[in-house]
């Protein structure tokens, strides 16, 4: 079994106050959404330089095209709820 960690560090959950859809986004989460966008640059650069020397797998591309269609669409994005009912389907199929 594994070990708790010795140093746990409790995190309040910020008050709804905290959170306003209106304000204009500040210089920290403009910049994560930079850093976001260039690392899914240089992620999708690199798997088209794998596919060109090793063959794509059918699953590695239903990931990643998966993966792309919720980033590009996210209002088609399942809930979480669907995604527990779902996953709790496949979980009594595979039962059998």
């Given amino acids: 079994m594994a ?5 746990v560090v409790r995190v ?12 204009p986004a500040s210089r920290l989460l ?15 650069k690199t798997l088209d330089n794998r596919a ?12 990643f095209v998966r993966l792309a269609t919720s980033v590009l669409h996210p209002h088609t994005a399942a809930s979480p709820a ?3 009912r779902t996953a ?6 595979s039962r059998g």
Wanted: charged share 40%; hydrophobic share 30%; aromatic share 2%.
């Fill in 3 to 7: 070990d708790k960690p010795k140093n």
């Fill in 12 to 23: 309040p959950k910020p008050p709804r106050s905290a959170f306003n859809k209106e304000r």
């Fill in 30 to 44: 403009l910049d994560q959404m930079i850093h976001a966008a260039n690392a899914l640059s240089v992620h999708l």
């Fill in 52 to 63: 060109a020397v090793n063959p794509v797998t059918e699953e590695q591309a239903g990931r």
């Fill in 82 to 84: 669907k995604k527990k």
């Fill in 88 to 93: 709790r389907k496949k979980k009594r199929r």
